[in-house]
């Protein structure tokens, strides 16, 4: 009979090893050792399996000092683009964020995260006791930051989510049933060849109001065209370019839909440039609602998020999380609202 030891190695383990010996991501590992669903029972045993050659222990080490607080928790920025800091939708939720915090005790902090080594030394940081949680905007589909805060044991909110099978607690706005609401109006209003602008498609906060644009056009028996759908950046000079481009692929284009209000902005420009005019040639629809979408000409109908809520919601969560260390991970979807004014 054959004994099975584990293999014996010089240092610690790591998360990164036991994810690159099973053949997974970091976050998979995250998952099993957190008992979270979402993961295949195959994958959960290779990743068992590499633990126990392993002998790798999660490094708990910051929840036993729950006992000791900062007194201060982080509002993370992990967009590599600094210049998207900027939109307004992240001015929005600091407001919110800071809002929900001027009766507690705790400080916010507000920081940028761009890099690997920005991640690292961000870790480092939260693992030496420094705050207390952190609140991350802005995740793309491949960051592990998560994942890294995880796996410190530090109490950790996101707003949006990095795909479907997100375990961290997050808070986010129902921004497929959003989208669907935005384009089953334009449809409506009688328009056929309906357009849309996205945001980045490596985040999931894009896919989803892509996929309520499709879902919208397929409930109606309205077919679309893959020229009829350009991707943007969320910010303003992006919507400006996705217009011109749409009006040169389709000109048939009566109506569309942006992932943001600052594309819908952009998109206003493009569209006044090409002579067309808003709402009788073409119907736009942005999404957020934030102050600029009363400020445009026309005023802009738009997908409301409740960025108040979601502010409050992420504090609530994460004091929570920081009381209660031990707590399930908790998923936060809050309603959206078609506001309409005068672009479609």
């Known amino acids: 009979m054959g004994v099975v030891m584990s293999r014996q190695r010089p240092g610690t383990p790591t998360l990164e090893e036991v994810a690159a010996l099973a053949g997974v991501g970091r976050g998979t590992v995250s998952r099993v050792i957190n008992n979270a669903a979402g993961v295949k029972d195959s994958t959960r045993r290779a990743v068992q399996r590499a633990i126990a050659e392993l002998a790798y222990v999660p490094n708990l080490a910051a929840r036993s000092l729950a006992g000791r607080r900062a007194d201060a928790v982080a509002l993370v920025m992990t967009e590599p683009d600094w210049r998207q800091f900027g939109e307004p939708f992240f001015s929005e939720i600091v407001r919110s964020v800071g809002d929900a915090l001027t009766d507690t005790k705790v400080q916010l902090l507000l920081t940028l995260v761009r890099t690997d ?150 998109a206003l420009d493009a569209l006044r440039a090409a002579g067309r005019r808003v709402p009788e040639d073409v119907a736009v629809i942005g999404f957020d609602d934030f102050p600029l979408a009363q400020h445009t000409a026309p005023k802009l109908t738009t997908v409301r998020q409740p960025l108040e809520e979601i502010g409050r919601t992420m504090v609530r969560l994460l004091l929570e999380e920081m009381e209660q260390p031990e707590v399930a991970w908790r998923h936060v979807i809050l309603r959206t609202e078609l506001v309409l004014r005068d672009s479609a």
């Open 117 to 266: 080594a920005e991640r690292q030394r961000l870790v480092e940081y939260a693992r030496g006791g420094r705050v207390d949680g952190v609140m991350l905007m802005s995740v793309h589909a491949e960051d592990a930051l998560p994942d890294m805060l995880a796996e410190v044991g530090l109490p950790t909110v996101l707003l949006g989510r990095r795909s479907g099978e997100e375990s961290v607690t997050y808070v986010d706005a129902d921004n497929t049933g959003g989208a669907r609401d935005a384009v089953a109006h334009l449809l409506g209003l009688g328009r056929r060849s309906i357009g849309t602008i996205t945001g980045p498609l490596d985040m999931y906060v894009a896919q989803c109001r892509l996929r309520g644009y499709h879902e919208a056009l397929e409930r109606a028996g309205v077919g679309h065209r893959d020229s009829w759908t350009v991707e943007g950046d969320f910010s303003a000079d992006s919507g400006r370019r996705a217009m011109a481009e749409l009006i040169e692929r389709a000109p048939e284009i009566d109506g569309v839909l942006a992932a943001s209000d600052t594309m819908a902005a952009g």
